[in-house]
């Protein structure tokens, strides 16, 4: 990295218009911020209590053990197999508190491995009703953990990304709350909105939460939002505590039903709580804290004394609720003493103490809390007991939610720069805010070499802003350095800029100019070395500029410098004894942070770089762009530079798509830029590659007679398939045919065309000897996440052809069933983002918009012919005949001439009108009639491109001298997409 040093004088800026994407959330931000990880370190080195006991009880727990490994499996259902599920969930969030509190690797690497392999492994989640409980209780689990280890090296992020929003997010907790959102069904499993208790809507919220934070998905993450202010269901909050009986006590929606459920609900609605909290949104204080007036009364009742309740009972009002698909009213009038009765601890008391108590100081509010806290200390992990100790909700909150004392400094965090580790320190540093004073302490070796040690006070800001702060005191080590900072991440080896004071050496610039790299000093004033002392630390883009005041009114320059830093960064005070045995304490005062105006946010989710199109390509353009202090005013699509779209409507989520179709083959650079109302500009470009159109496809007829295997009469041995469940031939419509016995028979096709198909053809002769709905004539893709299958029934009886990828689903449903014990000519073709089914040449299927092509699957694993990829669906009983592929959309006249023909050697001419070339027969040349730019085809009579041409004029001669004698297909194709097609004969 480049960097340039101006000293003294500004005289230029920088831009990051292509750094497009901010970290909308912060990260680490989900269960722990990096602060909390660093007094986490602090308590264990130092052996203080209760955190040291539970550090230990967390070295102990059976699924922090090294030894245990994945169990990810393909699908996991409750109440099912579901245990692999929760207990992975709680191995990886365990390890991954051991690796960023401890720093042990081998930590890490476990938990990645097992992260990839579920990400890798797991496309359902399933069951009965319950499968929504499993996706809230285990989705915030896994994406916790997950973003604890979302820069450790060999993590796929992006594809977990993926894995929680497709396997979790989407098709269960925003359809359970939300539904419809995403097209996978109405909310609340179609039930009334108040049928299921709160306990189900707060795991999904959580859920929603955390994986939105994961993902840096705003709009997700409001959707949580707005359902627990605004919901129709038991989350949200005002019916989650539906009545207040004192600024004290709120009652709990479930605290009439049992208390397992209560505090299992509440403990999960605190994660909740705690995720938002860690992204700047107090929804612990919402509505008058009612969350917290929930939690008193829940704790209030479950205090024990012995086996009896230690206290009255305290008020309550009937409480009635609409349940069911008819919405019929259920009421609770009483507290029920006959399930799970009241004594239900729970491991969230921890949190929700610290909170209000410590990081509030509303610990005369959460007396019962506290009372409770102390009969159930949150010092011990997950297990299988009933609600509300079990893996629902993780344990060891003593260590990860208990603060070191009540002095909250908000806005400002602070915490010591300096390893992933459990040995203790010489000394620890601290920060102290008194109204507008702010005294840091810090030890260390200091902010040097290529990693520092030091204590950071901090606020984070996204993209320009500066920081001011007059220096008024500073004691302790004599070579301490103390100043302002801003700085790229808070890991110990970050990217930073640091002005500082000592009052050895006076001021001092310096900077690491990226992660891991030397600190290097850029400028010094050796005569300023008292105090009081202003600074000032300006970011424009990646341009710092520093400066020095005596007054805080007339600023000298002291230097600048570019560095690349992230757009969301931290500016703040940073203090080091430079000697890791002396501190060193700084005063500040005035200290001010101006934040600059935020840029657009672009994340781009579509087109993946790695994605393999194919010519005539649909290549889908989308993604969200946001403005957090402004609007969008446009999102521009770019192709190698030629505008392609321009959008100025934006929907209120952000989102925008665009489909540019027709693509040929060839490289390009997609560009998307967005503007925002202040005319501020961000950028991202996506490189991909369309490839050319697969010529070497398949063609089966079936007329082995024996045997378990059958060719591919194309030519291409390597297409050669396997028969299986002892699949046997039958007399066919030519020849002989497979013969499916609708039990266990089907054929294993070799990979790898499927998904270099763009516009294809499919055609088979059929005669089906069942009606068995959702059998299947082909299956490819790779389990149930990514597929397309053709049924010769859905649920009415007729043909169904579906795609589902990354992309979305699309489906062509006939308008006519196939006649049993009756052989019918059944074709598929897509071209022109249209799906067509004809049946003995009709057109029974006309289906637009279908812009998914077979190259969009995640690499087919599974091409089957007879059977389906999901287990529930029955096998296809019938025979089949004559099954051919094509890379292009073959016309109603080629349909119906491969039915009139039907040969028995597995020939398909065109006979069109000849007159468009001659001569006819040929030998050495023909001559073309035709438009400029029109494209000339040759194939053989499978269907494999033997020529390719593109005519200059309008009539244009080709040499065909090279072509071996026999029959072929020529067809000529102008711009307009209009095409001739007919056989030509070379001798």
Request: charged share 20%; proline share 3%.
């Amino acid at each position: 990295m480049k960097n340039k040093i101006i000293l003294l004088f500004l005289i230029g800026i920088t831009s990051f218009a292509n750094v497009a994407f901010a970290q909308v959330f912060l990260h680490p931000g989900i269960s722990n911020t990096e602060d909390e990880f660093a007094l986490m370190r602090r308590k264990v080195a130092e052996h203080a209590e209760p955190w040291y006991t539970t550090w230990n009880n967390l070295l102990k727990h059976a699924e922090a053990q090294l030894s245990w490994t994945s169990h990810a499996t393909a699908t996991v259902d409750r109440p099912g197999n579901i245990a692999v599920m929760y207990r992975d969930a709680a191995a990886v969030y365990e390890q991954a508190i051991i690796y960023k509190v401890g720093g042990d690797t081998r930590y890490a690497v476990n938990a990645v491995n097992i992260l990839n392999s579920w990400a890798n492994t797991n496309t359902t989640l399933t069951g009965n009703g319950e499968r929504y409980l499993a996706a809230g209780n285990f989705g915030y689990q896994f994406a916790a953990a997950a973003e604890m280890m979302r820069d450790y090296p060999g993590f796929n992020v992006a594809k977990f990304q993926n894995y929680l929003l497709n396997v979790f997010y989407y098709p269960l907790c925003e359809r359970f709350l939300c539904g419809n959102v995403s097209g996978y069904g109405a909310a609340h499993n179609d039930a009334c909105a108040t049928n299921y208790r709160v306990n189900w809507d707060a795991g999904n919220l959580a859920s929603m939460a955390a994986i939105s934070i994961f993902c840096d998905n705003k709009t997700n993450f409001d959707r949580a939002l707005n359902y627990a202010k605004n919901g129709d269901g038991t989350g949200q909050i005002g019916r989650a505590v539906p009545f207040i009986h004192s600024e004290i006590w709120g009652q709990w929606e479930e605290s009439l039903r049992d208390q397992g459920h209560s505090v299992g609900g509440l403990t999960l609605y605190a994660w909740f709580c705690q995720f938002l909290w860690n992204q700047g949104i107090d929804f612990y204080g919402y509505d008058n804290s009612r969350f917290r007036k929930g939690a008193e009364y829940v704790a209030y009742y479950n205090i024990m004394d012995g086996s009896e309740g230690k206290y009255p009972d305290p008020p309550k009002t009937e409480y009635c609720r609409r349940m069911g698909t008819n919405c019929a009213q259920h009421c609770e009038n009483d507290f029920n003493t006959e399930r799970y009765v009241r004594g239900k601890l729970g491991a969230g008391w921890e949190m929700i103490y610290n909170h209000y108590a410590r990081v509030k100081n509303e610990g005369d509010k959460v007396h019962s809390v506290y009372e409770i806290l102390q009969q159930a200390p949150s010092d011990i992990g997950a297990s299988t007991a009933i609600h509300a100790d079990t893996y629902d909700t993780p344990g060891f909150g003593t260590l990860t939610f208990r603060s070191d004392s009540s002095a909250s400094i908000l806005p400002w965090r602070n915490m010591d720069v300096y390893p992933y580790s459990v040995t203790v320190q010489p000394h620890y540093g601290s920060t102290i805010v008194n109204n507008n004073t702010i005294t840091v302490t810090g030890s260390g070796d200091g902010i040097q070499s290529t990693a520092d040690n030091f204590q950071f006070a901090f606020q984070r800001v996204i993209d320009n802003g500066a920081i001011v702060a007059k220096i008024d005191g500073i004691t302790g080590a004599s070579g301490a350095r103390s100043g302002i900072m801003i700085r790229g991440t808070l890991k110990q080896n970050a990217a930073n800029v640091f002005l500082s004071l000592s009052l050895t050496d006076g001021i001092i610039l310096s900077s690491r100019n990226a992660d891991g790299s030397t600190t290097t000093e850029i400028a010094k004033n050796s005569n300023l070395k008292t105090t009081p002392q202003w600074l000032k630390l300006t970011r424009n883009d990646n341009l710092f500029t520093a400066e020095i005041s005596a007054n805080g009114q007339a600023w000298t320059p002291v230097g600048t410098i570019t560095v690349e830093m992230p757009r969301d960064s931290y500016y703040g005070m940073a203090v080091s004894g430079q000697n890791k045995n002396e501190t060193a304490t700084a005063t500040f005062n005035a200290v001010e942070i101006t934040k600059g105006n935020i840029k657009p946010m672009l994340t781009v989710s579509a087109p993946l770089e790695e994605k393999k199109y194919v010519e005539n390509a649909n290549v889908t353009i989308k993604g969200n762009a946001l403005d957090l202090d402004g609007s969008v005013s446009k999102v521009e699509i770019y192709g190698n530079e030629t505008l392609l779209k321009t959008i100025t409507t934006i929907a209120a989520d952000g989102s925008f798509e665009y489909l540019w179709s027709g693509v040929a083959a060839g490289n390009y650079q997609i560009t998307i830029k967005v503007t925002d109302n202040g005319g501020d500009v961000i950028a991202q470009t996506k490189d991909i590659t369309v490839s050319e159109k697969n010529n070497d496809l398949p063609t089966y007829l079936f007329n082995e007679g024996t045997g378990n295997t059958i060719k591919d009469v194309s030519g291409a041995t390597k297409w050669t398939s396997r028969l299986y469940g002892g699949l046997a031939f039958g007399e066919g419509k030519s020849g002989t045919a497979l013969s499916f016995d609708g039990v266990d028979d089907y054929v294993a096709l070799p990979k790898g065309f499927i998904e270099t198909l763009s516009d294809f053809s499919v055609s088979m002769w059929v005669k089906p000897l069942a009606r068995t709905n959702w059998a299947r004539l082909l299956d490819f893709g790779s389990g149930t996440g990514s597929y397309l299958f053709l049924a010769p029934c859905n649920d009415a009886g007729y043909l169904t052809f579906t795609m589902l990828t990354s992309e979305g689903t699309k489906t062509s449903s006939a308008t006519k069933t196939l006649t049993l014990n009756q052989w019918q000519h059944l074709t598929v073709t897509l071209g022109n983002n249209t799906l067509k089914m004809y049946l003995n040449g009709t057109l029974v299927a006309n289906t637009s918009n279908f812009t998914l092509r077979p190259y969009d699957l995640d690499a087919p694993a599974n091409i089957y012919i007879g059977k389906s990829q999901y287990t529930a669906d029955p096998y296809f009983k019938g025979l089949l005949d004559n099954l051919r592929f094509y890379n292009y959309p073959l016309t109603v006249d080629e349909i119906n001439q491969q039915i009139a023909e039907n040969n028995t050697t597995g020939i398909f001419i065109p006979n069109r009108n000849e007159r468009f070339f001659s001569p006819n027969p040929a030998t050495d040349h023909i001559t073309i009639s035709g438009q400029s730019c029109s494209q000339v085809s040759i194939s053989d009579l499978l269907g494999k491109l033997v020529l390719h041409h593109t005519m200059q004029s309008e009539n244009e001669t080709v040499n065909v001298s090279h072509l071996p004698t026999g029959v072929y297909v020529i067809r000529v194709k102008d711009v307009l997409n209009n095409s001739q097609t007919s056989k030509l004969v070379k001798r």
